[in-house]
């Protein structure tokens, strides 16, 4: 990492910093976008102000520092694209909008979670390529947040190989995860599920349903899954992570596997959960499972999976805001050992899982001062700043009410 001599130094004190494994009252310091040190001792930091007098102070009174969370599967960005069935925004306004928005719910790196292969609306063909266009050419220019792109591809999406195998040799993408949404398996395993969600999201009828049904099942008997397995090794060879989807059975764990695949998103029930920690992997749970206390499809709880030791990762999935109220539901309902170790769901894990951990993650000498102040309010946690890379990008303070 490199030092920028022109950018200005930053201290944060008064802070109850989440470390790896503690909580600590100390100081940070920040040197051009990393921190420096973490200072515990009050001398030592009046030294280090007295080297530094033209460093810009934060005081945080008080409050909870943690690293920045990292969300690496979160598909909200299609809702600011399309919030409704076929009503389309503009996608670098809805790209802005949206980032905006990550600050305040702490999150300061984002694996936008784009799909391949369904074929409508947001998730077709044209929209995929210009959305991953729109990112590749913002995160050039300016940010508010480390905006990643995560490709979701679904394996029967026989024509979208080109485009998966052309972002792999580009290296356009961070990260690669291979579905199938396919009625009777994985995510749609119980009868009519998936004809309820492809009529309520895409806006269709019963009998434009069962067309979409009969044409992705005649796809599926196509697929070439050696191919696919050649598109897994492209990807390792450029150091593309990749990731499973839906694994609903130890056999799907262990095909995942051999794709070279090292994270397991959303395993659907615990005997595949535990099997893919025991296999090595590290297991992806959703936030917004731990917030309402369950899967909406009825499927593994997430808490139960993370007291069982069979998960390591929270993402938000489809509700960015879920993640910071996982991460102290998670720690005041004690399903973890304290603070710090849920902390870790959302930050030092999926750094180690994506391989960024020497960068982003966890407060630490030489990693990028990617930070959020949390505050709480009734027991409600919420983000009162956000840093990244030693810049401020979201502060707010709640209104004084005179007169209620």
Request: with cysteine; glycine share 6%.
């Amino acid at each position: 990492m490199s030092m920028d001599s022109e950018r200005p130094n930053v201290l944060i004190t008064n802070g109850r910093l989440i470390l790896e494994q503690d909580v600590v009252h100390a100081a940070i310091a920040i040197n051009s976008g990393v921190i420096e040190r973490i200072i515990e001792d009050q001398d030592a930091v009046d030294e280090w102000l007295h080297q530094h007098p033209e460093a810009e102070i934060i005081d945080v009174h008080n409050q909870l520092v943690m690293p920045g969370m990292i969300d690496i599967h979160c598909d909200a960005i299609e809702k600011e694209v399309e919030p409704r069935p076929n009503t389309i925004f503009p996608l670098q306004m809805a790209l802005m909008e949206f980032e905006r928005k990550l600050p305040l719910y702490g999150i300061t790196t984002m694996y936008h979670s784009l799909s391949l292969g369904v074929g409508l609306s947001v998730r077709g063909e044209h929209l995929l390529t210009q959305m991953v266009e729109t990112i590749t050419e913002y995160r050039k220019q300016r940010s508010m947040v480390r905006n990643r792109i995560h490709l979701r591809y679904e394996v029967s999406y026989l024509s979208g190989l080109p485009i998966v195998e052309k972002y792999l040799k580009e290296r356009t993408i961070d990260l690669l995860s291979f579905m199938d949404h396919s009625p009777g398996q994985g995510q749609y395993r119980a009868p009519g599920s998936f004809e309820r969600y492809v009529m309520k999201n895409q806006g269709v009828d019963v009998n434009e349903v069962q067309e979409i049904i009969a044409d992705l099942m005649d796809r599926r008997e196509q697929i070439d899954w050696g191919q696919l397995k050649q598109l897994a090794y492209l990807a390792r060879q450029q150091g593309i992570i990749i990731a499973s989807h839906d694994d609903d059975t130890t056999e799907q764990v262990d095909t995942s596997i051999s794709r070279g695949a090292a994270i397991s998103e959303f395993p659907i029930n615990m005997k595949t959960a535990k099997y893919a920690t025991e296999k090595g992997m590290q297991v992806c749970v959703g936030a917004p499972n731990i917030v309402r206390g369950g899967s909406h499809d009825k499927n593994l709880r997430a808490a139960d999976a993370i007291s069982e030791q069979a998960a390591q990762i929270i993402c938000s999935d489809y509700h960015p805001s879920s993640m910071l109220a996982a991460v102290f539901k998670l720690a005041d309902e004690q399903t973890v050992n304290d603070l710090p170790a849920a902390v870790r769901m959302v930050t030092l894990n999926p750094a180690i899982a994506m391989q960024v951990d020497h960068e982003i993650g966890s407060i630490a000498p030489g990693k990028y001062a990617d930070l959020i102040v949390v505050d709480q309010y009734e027991g409600i946690p919420w983000i009162s700043t956000t840093i990244v890379d030693g810049t401020i990008v979201y502060s707010a303070a709640p209104r004084k009410v005179w007169n209620p």
